[in-house]
């Protein structure tokens, strides 16, 4: 496809106020309702939030949080899990996916993943699973949901615990092989889901959620997420603090009414980049599945032959924000080196480390940015 030059334009790899303008009277209003209030902690609007996000993804239980990285936290608390156990995550991922497990005092073993979901790899998950492992952490990357039939299986013929990873992949459904369908996140024992402003659902701030169709698993974690009491001041075993603020939660009330129109944004922004790029040899556009629909928290190609890094300088001067997401491998992270062999590697993740691009990917994008992105995009391997 030819390039013609287009005049410059700044792109945003996230438009937060272009997506706000829609809402701004309804956010202002939720946010007076909460100040005229007063009752800026665990107002009446976290409640309203947990039940309105309960009903959208089908789950019996929705705990909301401070962050997400309290959520995966809260999470494996709720397991009560020694410090031997282990916990298998995949090791292309952010860290907070691995800190958690740390910070417990669990080991952390780290799986490759599929190269063209990056998603855990089934096969890899298999093979390190030993008598201590007791739960993993499948991460649903960039918008799209884990091969979830085929982990609760495995998890069911070990005895184990899967916690859902759902920070980027919240409204995503998932089709099993009977054709019933489920939110990402509600499939696993728990479910968990930051709401980090740039994510799919974000707030003007921090938090998080769990979700759980567990009752008893419901019902410790919000005992751990409130100092472990089971009433006020009758604190039944070790928790932490970490709740949702009654402002996020009522600007997130009003955002939740949208998430299915801004998943439909992104989708149609995903289908123009795909359009658009399909005829550049160099890039490898991100896989969809039959199991489940993709709802991109990011448009993540992968660049072949060393240019990567060459692209995202061009692109940046062209005014073309992207990002890395990730660099490295977490078994190559200094924090973490200690839980890993250095003489190994996943070759799967050392591959996407060095390929991975995120283009922008927000609610707010025109054909005409899509148009501008890809032609620099074409450009830069035509030149």
């Known amino acids: 496809?030819?390039?013609?030059?287009?005049?410059?334009?700044?792109?945003?790899?996230?438009?937060?106020?272009?997506?706000?303008?829609?809402?701004?009277?309804?956010?202002?209003?939720?946010?007076?309702?909460?100040?005229?209030?007063?009752?800026?902690?665990?107002?009446?609007?976290?409640?309203?939030?947990?039940?309105?996000?309960?009903?959208?993804?089908?789950?019996?239980?929705v705990i909301t949080c401070a962050n997400g990285t309290d959520a995966l936290q809260i999470a494996l608390m709720a397991l009560d899990l020694k410090p031997s156990d282990e916990v298998i995550?995949?090791?292309f991922t952010y860290a907070a996916t691995a800190e958690?497990?740390?910070?417990?005092?669990?080991?952390?073993?780290?799986?490759?993943?599929?190269?063209?979901?990056?998603?855990?790899?089934?096969?890899?998950?298999?093979k390190a699973i030993t008598p201590r492992t007791k739960a993993m952490?499948?991460?649903?990357?960039?918008?799209?949901?884990?091969?979830?039939?085929?982990?609760?299986?495995?998890?069911?013929?070990?005895?184990?615990?899967?916690?859902?990873?759902?920070?980027?992949?919240?409204?995503s459904d998932y089709t099993f092989p009977d054709d019933q369908?489920?939110?990402?996140?509600?499939?696993?024992?728990?479910?968990?889901?930051?709401?980090?402003?740039?994510?799919?659902?974000?707030?003007?701030?921090?938090g998080g959620a769990l979700y759980?169709?567990?009752?008893?698993?419901?019902?410790?974690?919000?005992?751990?997420?409130?100092?472990?009491q089971s009433k006020k001041y009758h604190h039944e075993i070790l928790g932490v603090n970490s709740r949702l603020?009654?402002?996020?939660?009522?600007?997130?009330?009003?955002?939740?009414k949208y998430l299915d129109h801004y998943i439909a944004a992104r989708q149609r922004a995903a289908g123009s980049y795909d359009t658009l790029l399909n005829t550049c040899d160099q890039v490898i556009l991100p896989s969809r599945v039959d199991y489940s629909t993709h709802v991109f928290h990011q448009y993540t190609i992968r660049v072949r032959n060393g240019k990567r890094d060459d692209l995202k300088s061009y692109l940046q001067g062209q005014g073309i924000p992207s990002m890395i997401y990730y660099p490295l491998p977490l078994y190559r992270q200094n924090a973490y080196k200690a839980w890993w062999?250095?003489?190994?590697?996943?070759?799967v993740t050392e591959i996407l480390c060095q390929e991975v691009l995120s283009l922008p990917m927000h609610t707010e994008l025109t054909e005409k940015q899509l148009d501008y992105i890809c032609g620099h995009v074409r450009n830069f391997f035509d030149s």
Request: hydrophobic share 40%; with cysteine; glycine share 8%.
């Open 89 to 91: 995550v995949p090791a």
């Open 341 to 347: 062999d250095q003489k190994k590697n996943l070759p």
């Open 1 to 61: 496809m030819e390039y013609v030059k287009q005049e410059r334009m700044e792109i945003k790899m996230v438009d937060l106020p272009g997506q706000l303008a829609h809402i701004r009277e309804e956010v202002d209003s939720a946010i007076d309702e909460v100040l005229a209030s007063g009752r800026f902690i665990k107002g009446p609007e976290v409640s309203a939030f947990e039940s309105n996000l309960k009903s959208y993804l089908g789950t019996r239980n």
């Open 137 to 171: 952490i499948p991460v649903h990357l960039y918008g799209l949901t884990s091969q979830m039939f085929e982990i609760m299986e495995i998890a069911e013929a070990h005895g184990l615990y899967v916690i859902e990873d759902n920070a980027q992949a919240i409204g």
């Open 100 to 126: 958690v497990v740390g910070l417990l005092g669990y080991r952390c073993v780290m799986v490759d993943v599929d190269p063209k979901t990056f998603n855990m790899d089934l096969q890899s998950l298999e």
């Open 181 to 206: 369908t489920k939110k990402a996140g509600t499939i696993g024992h728990i479910g968990c889901t930051s709401f980090f402003p740039t994510k799919n659902l974000g707030c003007f701030g921090d």
């Open 212 to 228: 759980t169709d567990d009752e008893a698993l419901g019902a410790r974690i919000r005992m751990i997420a409130s100092h472990g």
């Open 245 to 256: 603020d009654t402002l996020q939660a009522a600007i997130l009330d009003v955002k939740l």
